[in-house]
């Protein structure tokens, strides 16, 4: 018999221990693709821990960053690939953490200039009195509309573009009708060739009629003026055949503007539809027409006999006030008209002195063709639960008018006016900045045997009536002028806005253009620039071009460049505001706001507002 195979034994390894230091020694299996982009993350750690910089400095140090990491990154023998895909991940962080850093800034800036004091009479702050509902008026929109359903309203408002902000907004109104206007109202507006509302007017005047503040945001020629002048004529009656209107007694409503013309335009349209109402056997209405240059016996002769409507420019306002002429005692209605101007012009403090003559809550409207975010918050500061209308965007050029621009040589513009009177028929307004140019277009016109008027702040009031009233009477096919005559002035059929020279701002240059293409007809606009411009000026007239759906010449496209880059990304984010906020141009930010600047550097330097008004108070 076999001896039993020895059974061969084998001493067996601890299997924990052998276990345990394979697992410390183990290394998984990486490929070598991972194990490189593992080691570029490295470097990167490495080389962005030891920035340890202010901002400033920062961009510099990552553009050397970006270098090493290149350097070291050919060293490791790292795929040119996967360097790239770093490398753009490193911009990317980089270029968003720039717009952060935009964003706050102009966060800042904002909050820097934003009206903070709410505007009210002294006696209110003297009582805290703080208005929080809306004056209570009599008007209703008629029972058939205000049973249908909201989508409706929201239905009109889309299809004329109309845009509201704020509680509870009264329907939108299609018809004159509707808005329960008497018939000889009705028929005055027909006679002025006015049929049916426009958009502004659809939404704007319901909200009057219900007593609410409001801020009026249209493009020029939209019809904005009817919208504050036809309840403030409908409070007026409503006033006086309750108790008639004593000797002193008034105003009971208040228009301040910031141009004479402009105050004389609206004073013809009140008491245009104030005849068609007295022939109806309706008490007389009276407005008084308080505006420097004119004497003040005028006015007051008016006011003696109790005034209903006043309009007036706000020094002049002041100094009566101040005298004790007039009171607001009784006045219920406000309407600041083209209040982006007269902020911008210095007006703010008198706006604020007006408002401390008030006695009780009155209804305040704003309106403006422009309207930055600093006035809408100034704005807020004077309203009580507003509505804000906007047709189009605030500060955008009339889609009615075809802008053109030219490149012209300084020394060749004066000729090439010439030429450019040919693309259209009279009547034709010319702008320039300076009143020697408008000196010098009118005499070289004249020359040529083209009628011409001239009107800027060097002439004399009178000069300047008459000159208005020959071109609108079509005496004369030119007016030429400063921009006394850019602001809400309506001269009727204007064909062709020539710009002798680009404005300064943007929203001036809207105010320029918007003379023509009113009332739904068409214009042209052209404009002169040459290298003497502002480079942010032309940007934002790029801008405007762009949206308007214009031609942009090819010396303007190519402006911009980088600084279009980071408008573009930080105007992605809904919450980002197109262009400026202070100003409401396109081309720029905040940031680089020309206009803001040259606020800051007056103030600095230590001019007063007093100062800087009296610097342009001959053309206002
Ligand atoms: P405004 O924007 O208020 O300066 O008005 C500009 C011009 O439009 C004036 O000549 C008005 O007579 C005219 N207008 C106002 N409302 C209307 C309307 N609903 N339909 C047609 N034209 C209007």
């Given at each position: ?175 004159f009708?509707?808005m329960k206007f008497p018939r000889c109202i009705i028929k005055a507006l027909q006679k002025r060739g006015i049929e049916?509302p426009s958009?502004i007017q659809?939404?704007g005047i319901?909200?009057a009629l ?6 009026g945001?249209?493009?020029t020629g939209s019809g904005k003026s009817m919208v504050f002048i036809l309840p403030i004529i409908m409070f007026c009656l409503e006033q006086e055949k309750k108790l008639p209107f004593m000797g002193n007694e008034g105003p009971y409503g208040l228009i301040i503007v910031p141009s004479r013309e402009l105050a004389k335009q609206i004073k013809d349209n009140i008491e245009f539809i104030s005849k068609f109402v007295e022939a109806d056997g309706m008490p007389e209405l009276r407005t008084s027409l308080a505006i420097g240059g004119e004497p003040v016996a005028a006015a007051m002769q008016v006011v003696r006999k109790g005034v209903h409507i006043m309009v007036s420019t706000p020094?002049r306002l002041?100094?009566m006030?101040?005298?004790?002429m007039v009171?607001l005692?009784v006045c219920r209605y406000l309407v600041m008209d083209e ?24 209804q305040?409207l704003?309106f ?87 009107i ?5 009031q009178e000069?300047r009536s008459a000159a208005v009233q020959a071109f609108q009477r079509g ?9 006394v005559a850019?602001k809400g002035l309506d001269f009727p059929g ?21 003379r023509?293409?009113r009332s ?101």
């Amino acid at each position: 018999m076999d001896s039993p195979k020895k059974l061969k034994r084998y001493r067996r390894e601890d299997p924990k221990s052998s276990s345990d230091e394979e697992e410390d020694s183990y290394e998984p299996y990486i490929p070598v693709k991972e194990r490189k982009k593992q080691r570029m993350k490295q470097i990167l750690k490495i080389s962005q821990d030891e920035d340890a910089s202010t901002d400033s400095w920062k961009e510099r140090e990552q553009r050397e960053q970006e270098e090493d990491v290149q350097e070291l990154a050919r060293k490791n023998n790292i795929s040119l690939l996967d360097q790239h895909t770093e490398l753009k991940k490193i911009a990317e962080a980089r270029k968003e953490s720039e717009l952060e850093k935009q964003r706050r800034e102009e966060k800042r800036l904002l909050e820097a200039v934003a009206e903070k004091r709410a505007l009210m009479g002294v006696s209110e702050l003297a009582r805290g009195v703080q208005y929080e509902d809306s004056v209570v008026t009599a008007w209703r929109p008629p029972r058939r509309i205000l049973a249908m359903d909201e989508k409706r309203h929201e239905r009109v408002r889309r299809k004329y573009k109309i845009l509201v902000e704020g509680d509870e907004v009264p329907p939108p109104l299609k018809t004159f009708a509707d808005m329960k206007f008497p018939r000889c109202i009705i028929k005055a507006l027909q006679k002025r060739g006015i049929e049916k509302p426009s958009p502004i007017q659809m939404q704007g005047i319901p909200a009057a009629l219900q007593g609410r503040d409001m801020i009026g945001i249209a493009f020029t020629g939209s019809g904005k003026s009817m919208v504050f002048i036809l309840p403030i004529i409908m409070f007026c009656l409503e006033q006086e055949k309750k108790l008639p209107f004593m000797g002193n007694e008034g105003p009971y409503g208040l228009i301040i503007v910031p141009s004479r013309e402009l105050a004389k335009q609206i004073k013809d349209n009140i008491e245009f539809i104030s005849k068609f109402v007295e022939a109806d056997g309706m008490p007389e209405l009276r407005t008084s027409l308080a505006i420097g240059g004119e004497p003040v016996a005028a006015a007051m002769q008016v006011v003696r006999k109790g005034v209903h409507i006043m309009v007036s420019t706000p020094g002049r306002l002041i100094d009566m006030l101040d005298k004790k002429m007039v009171r607001l005692d009784v006045c219920r209605y406000l309407v600041m008209d083209e209040a982006d101007r007269m902020i911008d012009m210095g007006f703010e403090e008198d706006v604020r002195t007006i408002y401390s003559y008030f006695k009780a809550q009155r209804q305040t409207l704003l309106f403006s063709a422009t309207m930055p975010k600093k006035i809408q918050n100034f704005a807020r500061s004077a309203l009580v639960k507003p509505v804000t209308v906007n047709v189009g965007r605030a500060g955008a050029a009339s889609m009615n008018v075809t802008q053109e621009v030219e490149y012209v040589k300084q020394e060749a513009k004066v000729t090439h006016i010439l030429t450019c009177l040919n693309k259209t028929s009279p009547p034709v307004l010319i702008f320039a900045e300076k009143k020697q140019d408008v000196d010098l277009i009118q005499e070289y016109l004249l020359l040529k045997g083209v009628t011409a008027a001239a009107i800027h702040g060097g002439k004399d009031q009178e000069e300047r009536s008459a000159a208005v009233q020959a071109f609108q009477r079509g005496d004369k096919d030119v007016l030429v002028a400063t921009d006394v005559a850019s602001k809400g002035l309506d001269f009727p059929g204007i064909q062709h806005v020539i710009n002798y020279d680009m404005p300064d701002d943007i929203e001036n240059y809207v105010h320029r253009i918007g003379r023509t293409g009113r009332s739904g007809q068409h214009g042209v606009a052209t404009t002169f620039i040459n290298k003497a411009n502002d480079e942010s000026v032309l940007l934002d007239l790029k801008h405007l071009l762009i949206e308007a759906k214009q031609k942009v010449p090819p010396f303007l496209l190519m402006l911009g460049g980088g600084e279009d880059d980071l408008m573009a990304a930080l105007e992605t984010n809904e919450e980002d505001e197109r262009g400026c906020s202070y100003c409401g141009g396109l081309g720029h930010r905040i940031t680089a706001c020309p206009r803001l600047e040259a606020m800051q550097n007056k103030q600095a330097a230590g001019i007063g507002r007093k100062d800087y008004l009296a610097a342009n108070a001959a053309d206002y």
